[in-house]
């Protein structure tokens, strides 16, 4: 069965600085993984994807993240956080069951802060 | 294009009482998945539809249900609501092509 998990429930950074959310993900398959943005009061937004074409991924607004099969993970950066990057982040892995699917497994989010 | 639509926005129901939220996919969408998204328990998948066949279905008791319809879109019904019910329900399309799913602004369902 597949899964994910994000290491850490609250990241705190300053405006300006890098930032780091980690995930980690679990599956006897070749994954889909995706990283989503939820800002307050709103839906989810796709920030990126990987589907095994290559392992470093380039999202929107400046996010990227590399798939590392040897560590099992799927970390999300940004070489610099802006004002409006505070939102919630939830890494995603793609059911595989064998067959036609479209259900998504959600970590449980990592709350993101940003400092002026 | 437009994106997915959920309506209604917000809901106030009372214990017992039954409910059905309806989604719009993206033009063109085939598929589209509902999640439930509480503090407690997080983003959980209730059930996946295309072309109007349910193809998955999360663990979720008989009381959720949903359907598709010729057109695309897409209703989720609760009945006997109970207080656990209270979350923001999410619908996502995609399209047949792809495994990009979009999600709508969601539902806030609220049980008294």
């Known amino acids: 069965a597949q899964s994910v998990t994000q290491l850490d429930s609250h990241v705190s950074v300053s405006e300006g600085t890098p930032v780091l959310l980690r995930c980690n993900y679990s599956?006897?398959?070749?994954?889909?993984l995706f990283w989503y943005v939820q800002h307050p009061n709103k839906g989810l937004q796709l920030l990126l994807k990987?589907?095994?074409?290559?392992?470093l991924v380039k999202g929107i607004n400046g996010f990227e993240a590399e798939f590392k099969k040897s560590e099992t993970s799927f970390h999300l950066t940004k070489p610099s956080a802006h004002m409006s990057d505070a939102a919630e982040y939830f890494c995603?892995?793609?059911?595989?069951?064998?067959?036609?699917?479209?259900?998504?497994?959600f970590g449980t989010g990592t709350l993101l802060a940003v400092q002026p | 294009k437009a994106g997915v639509t959920q309506t209604p926005r917000y809901l106030i129901k009372t214990r017992g009482q039954q409910v059905t939220l309806s989604c719009s996919p993206i033009?063109?969408?085939?598929?589209v998945s509902w999640y439930q998204q509480t503090p407690g328990q997080g983003l959980q998948f209730l059930f996946e539809?295309?072309?109007?066949?349910?193809?998955n279905k999360g663990n979720f008791p008989g009381r959720f249900s949903g359907r598709q319809f010729s057109n695309s879109r897409s209703e989720m019904n609760v009945s006997t609501l109970e207080l656990g019910d209270s979350a923001l329900y999410l619908c996502?399309?995609?399209?047949?092509?792809?495994?990009?799913?979009?999600f709508g602004p969601g539902t806030r369902l609220t049980v008294t």
């Open positions: 539809y295309f072309s109007e066949t349910q193809r």
């Open positions: 599956s006897s398959y070749s994954p889909s």
């Open positions: 995603v892995v793609r059911a595989n069951y064998g067959g036609a699917t479209n259900k998504l497994i």
């Open positions: 996502a399309s995609s399209s047949h092509f792809s495994d990009e799913q979009y």
């Open positions: 990987y589907t095994s074409a290559a392992t």
């Open positions: 033009s063109g969408h085939r598929s």
